[in-house]
């Protein structure tokens, strides 16, 4: 396999406009989701794509797996889809007289879970351990999944009937809830222009990178310099959110380590070796929203989840932004 530079020379922003190069060759018009999304996978984050049909979210997390040339597995979300069919089982094998595991299709690098509020919420639990302790255990045997592993969610907000929402437990393990959105009108010209002529499918997309890259350059990542000033301004503002009156739930710990991660990521992509405070605001929208409650009062008022979360970041001061 031939990458456009050798890994071992190129920069992570390289690597990171090479991939997002190749994915935006599927997903047109639509640079800010495709960077946000690989922002996430490098943070070693989850990602929900919220939006309705036909916008290209089944196509975005198919180019992101093909792009990145790892493992990777679809699991299409319907009510009687088992937890075993998702996790593994194990299974009686006459040759050897004794069980063995049988992998379901979450061990790979990258999974697409289809429609995931399709599911039952018995099956969708099982994801639970897989996205926070990368492992699966059956039958009391623990399986560890290959790094990296990025669960890519869909589903369509609109259609309600035959869907079980997603609980609170399993959104907070998303780092992202990403809303793709229709293409600008130069974007949907393209697309018409190229249905059955040069249109670029996400199978055909050759992989830039390899899994192994991807994990080592998501650990680097931790050296991405964030100062103390911006951690205490994290903190303010998930503990803005817990005492909103708004909110019946407000962000978790695990969702504040999200932001200083995802932070991280996103400064890196732009070529910094730190983080400002426009990155953990551009970032706060995708990596909190999703894991707000609003309470029972405001949902009568017509509040929103965006315009509370709004109302926190708009009350929280800033620290001034330094030289790194």
Not at 143 to 156: G, R
Not at 243 to 250: K, S
Request: negative net charge.
């Amino acid at each position: 396999m031939v990458y456009p530079a050798p890994l071992a020379e190129a920069s992570f922003k390289d690597v990171f406009d090479t991939v997002a190069g190749q994915v935006e060759r599927v997903l047109r018009g639509k640079k800010r989701a495709v960077h946000l999304a690989l922002v996430c996978m490098f943070a070693e984050g989850h990602l929900l794509i919220e939006d309705v049909p036909g916008v290209g979210k089944t196509s975005l997390a198919k180019a992101i797996a093909h792009t990145i040339g790892g493992s990777w597995r679809r699991i299409q979300f319907t009510p009687d889809l088992l937890p075993s069919d998702v996790t593994g089982a194990s299974v009686w094998d006459r040759g050897t007289g004794d069980f063995t595991f049988r992998p379901g299709g979450v061990f790979a690098n990258v999974v697409l879970a289809d429609e995931i509020n399709r599911a039952s919420p018995k099956t969708q639990s099982s994801l639970l351990e897989a996205m926070e302790e990368r492992q699966v255990t059956v039958d009391t045997q623990t399986h560890m999944l290959d790094a990296p592993f990025m669960v890519i969610a869909t589903q369509n907000p609109i259609e309600l009937e035959g869907t079980y929402p997603l609980p609170e437990a399993q959104l907070d393990r998303f780092l992202m809830r990403l809303r793709v959105g229709y293409p600008d009108r130069d974007a949907e010209l393209a697309i018409l222009e190229a249905q059955g002529g040069a249109a670029v499918a996400p199978e055909s997309l050759e992989p830039v990178t390899d899994a192994e890259a991807v994990a080592a350059w998501s650990a680097e990542l931790a050296s991405v310099h964030m100062a103390s000033e911006l951690q205490g301004y994290i903190v303010d503002v998930v503990d803005a959110t817990r005492h909103h009156r708004d909110l019946l739930l407000g962000v978790s710990p695990r969702g504040a380590l999200g932001l200083q991660r995802a932070s991280r990521a996103l400064a890196a992509s732009l070529g910094r070796s730190y983080v400002v405070p426009d990155d953990v605001k551009a970032l706060a929208p995708t990596v909190l929203e999703h894991r707000l409650v609003l309470s029972p009062e405001a949902q009568m008022r017509g509040a929103s989840a965006e315009a509370v979360l709004n109302h926190v970041l708009d009350s929280v001061a800033v620290p001034a932004a330094r030289d790194a």
